[in-house]
Nanobody
Framework: VQLQASGGGLVQAGDSLRLSCAAS????????MGWFRQAPGKEREFVAS????????YYADSVKGRFTISRTSAASTVYLEMNSLKPEDTAVYYC?????????????WGQGTQVTVSS
């Protein structure tokens, strides 16, 4: 299984970014696709998740109303649309896949993409 994350960059507060995660290989249809992030000096934290076999979604309180997770019909690509970005959203963002709804316990991780939000 390979998860390839892309779309990060340097933006200003209030801007938007869309992250993509291209998935290949055998991922269970029951697995949950999710995004996590890790800021410097902090632990990795959950951001958002979506089921591969439905469109149920779940968000961390810190991003609810600003971020939207979505996927293609085959769940081969998962997106994270990030709006109204804040400096505290600065982190390396990882896509992941694994069991447990709504916060997945990843068995597969992508390589991470850097998001930097300047004030």
């Amino acid at each position: 299984v390979q998860l390839q994350a892309s779309g990060g960059g340097l933006v200003q507060a209030g801007d938007s970014l869309r992250l993509s995660c291209a998935a290949s290989g055998r991922i269970l249809s029951s697995d949950i696709m999710g995004w996590f992030r890790q800021a410097p000096g902090k632990e990795r934290e959950f951001v958002a998740s979506i089921r591969r076999n439905s469109h149920s979604r779940y968000y961390a309180d810190s991003v609810k109303g600003r971020f939207t997770i979505s996927r293609t019909s085959a769940a081969s690509t998962v997106y994270l649309e990030m709006n109204s970005l804040k400096p505290e959203d600065t982190a390396v963002y990882y896509c992941a896949a694994g069991p447990n709804w709504p916060t997945p316990s990843p068995r597969h991780w992508g390589q991470g993409t850097q998001v930097t939000v300047s004030s």
